[in-house]
């Protein structure tokens, strides 16, 4: 035992020799600012993406992180209130974070509002207070939208009455409120205005003045078998088409160049020997788009009468303009939700029903990089270099 | 493991029906990791597995054309709902738990009951008041329809009209028989 200490004793001193020797003139560590917050590099590089915690497990407290999905770092986050929203402007270099909060706690004066943060601090900049209707709704991207021109911030009422509050975004205030009777959600049309979809199976398309009041509003003929098979409100824009998707698996496209909108002719996913497998559009926003014309669609095999909402173990790559697949690939992970970037080599951004970010090569379906920690039950990816679009 | 089961059965039984389910589940097991998984899974959740120590215990309506668990996703009742399970939290499939408020406001649901062949309409109105129970997480959408069909839409916090509409849980209550 002895001869053990002593050996030990010697080894020690060697080694605190031999460090001494290695680092002779290493200078002492300075001290450190305090406080020390950091900033984020702005403008930001076309790789960061919103992921949109619902913290289902605790309603009243939910958040977005923001990561980068190149280097996997985790760069921030925005903190919110229950059934929140997000959208972002490049043009304002914001977010625009929709809440409701009660003034203590689960208790007290209900207030719903726009938080408003700057890109650079992620620092609140303002609080937009909104009448006390926003849509209390499970993630969907088309509870809010900002119109094309960069001007207005639209955001979906329900009290169960529908409307939609305006906020103009060059005054971060709110400035009115459209009542929408049987219309629901917000689209932006490529001309400053909105589409909405309609109880009744039509769809409603609205244009605004210039201060953000209703100019006009057009609704189409019926075209929505709601009760056969409905158009899923989760849809994907690729240029100036909105890509709408029914539960059994038809694309309808709606031509938004105009402040007329076009119902464009409907195509199918699946071939009909693939239908008869009940290959089905899935999960809770299953669909991407690009502008360069890609379409990315989650599915499943053997749909039934409610599985539009499961987790979609594949993903079908088209081309919208041909209405052909050119791809299809079995995901690393089932996916809640997908959303595509803006590159020339697309990465499909999935969020998997594990609650991590897969991050894929859009074409290939290659597995890149996964990200874990994201929060309670993260729902959305949001990539960032999508513009003002959601 | 038995979690895992309960969550993959609804949201894979199609793969399921083209091979035997034991086989299909070792596959899914996998490509998971074996793990237990971090999140309840939503919104595909068919969650909080019946039986063994750890699992919520079982309850039963006493009346016999009311057939199975109130406390699991499977019970009839359930077949459009989305959310915690009252009868998880305090209270039951038909009665929210003590201190909270219940939304006078629903969306409704057409599910069959296989006690007496019949078809019921189920009122699901929500819980309000207190945070999320957080327990017995339960989401099938038959006859589900999108947000703008809100009368059958499952997304919406139905806590509206209520003191707070804040979202605690989810009851499932008889309306009447249905028409078809």
């Known amino acids: ?18 460090g001494l020797l290695h680092h002779p003139a290493l200078a002492e560590l300075p001290a450190e600012p305090i406080p020390n917050v950091k900033k984020l590099s702005v403008p930001y590089p076309g790789t960061y993406a919103v992921v949109h915690d619902f913290a289902f497990g605790s309603l009243i407290d939910s958040s977005f992180g923001i990561v980068d999905v190149e280097s996997r770092a985790f760069l921030g986050m925005l903190s919110a209130g229950q059934f929140a929203t997000i959208n972002h402007s490049l043009t304002h270099q914001k977010f625009y974070v929709g809440e409701t909060i009660h003034t203590k706690g689960v208790r007290g004066e209900r207030q719903d509002l726009v938080a408003v943060y700057d890109f650079e601090n992620l620092d609140l900049v303002a609080e937009i207070a909104l009448p006390t209707r926003r849509a209390n709704i499970v993630v969907n991207k088309a509870l809010t939208a900002i119109t094309d021109d960069a001007r207005f911030l639209l955001v979906f009422n329900m009290d169960p009455a529908t409307s939609v509050s305006v906020i103009d975004l ?76 029914t539960y059994a698996g038809k694309v309808q496209p709606v031509d938004v160049s105009a402040a007329q909108p076009k119902l464009l002719d409907i195509w199918w996913l699946a071939s009909e020997a693939e239908r008869k497998d009940n290959w089905r559009p899935a999960g809770w926003h299953g669909n991407a788009g690009n502008d360069a014309g890609w379409l990315w669609v989650g599915m499943t095999p053997d749909g039934y009468n409610g599985s539009h909402k499961d987790p979609a173990p594949e993903i079908w790559l088209f081309d919208s303009k041909r209405k052909q697949r050119t791809a ?5 992970s089932p996916a809640l939700s997908i959303a595509a970037t803006h590159h020339e080599e697309p990465m499909l951004l999935v969020v998997n029903i594990e609650g991590s970010l897969d991050v894929y090569d859009g074409f290939s379906g290659k597995h890149l990089r996964r990200i874990n920690e994201l929060g309670e039950t993260p729902y959305m990816v949001h990539p960032i270099a999508s513009g003002e679009r959601p | 493991m038995s979690r895992l089961h309960d969550i993959t059965e609804r949201t894979t039984r199609s793969i399921a029906r083209r091979s035997s389910r034991r086989g299909f589940l070792g596959r899914l097991g996998s490509l998971l990791g074996g793990t237990a998984l971090s999140i309840p899974l939503l919104p595909v959740a068919r969650a909080s597995g019946v039986g063994g120590d750890s699992a919520v215990p079982e309850q039963t309506t006493g009346v016999e054309a009311d057939p199975g668990n109130p406390a699991s996703c499977d019970y009839w009742r359930y077949c459009g709902i989305d959310g915690f399970l009252c009868s998880c939290c305090g209270g039951s499939h038909n009665a929210c738990p003590p201190g909270t408020e219940m939304s006078p406001l629903t969306w409704i649901g057409t599910c069959h009951n296989p006690g007496d062949g019949k078809n019921y309409i189920i009122s699901y109105n929500d819980c309000c008041g207190k945070s999320s ?43 009447g028989l249905a028409n078809t």
């Open chain 1, 1 to 18: 035992m002895l001869q053990n200490l002593r050996s030990i004793g010697v080894a020690t001193m060697i080694g605190l020799a031999a």
């Open chain 1, 170 to 245: 060059n005054k971060d205030a709110f400035v009115g409120e459209i009542s929408t009777p049987g219309c629901s959600l917000v689209y932006p049309d490529a001309v400053g205005g909105f589409l909405q979809l309609c109880g009744n199976g039509t769809l409603a398309a609205i244009a605004l003045q210039e201060d953000g009041s209703q100019a006009s509003r057009w609704v189409s003929a019926e075209f929505n078998d709601i009760d056969r098979d409905p158009i899923s409100e989760k849809a994907s824009r690729i240029d100036d088409v909105w890509h709408f998707f």
């Open chain 1, 328 to 332: 299809r690939f079995e995901l690393a």
């Open chain 2, 133 to 175: 129970c957080g327990r017995c997480m339960c989401n099938r959408n038959e006859d589900d329809r999108p947000v703008y069909r809100p009368n059958l839409n499952n997304d919406i916090d139905w806590c509206m009209g209520t003191t707070t509409n804040v979202y605690n849980c989810s009851t499932a209550v008889i309306l």
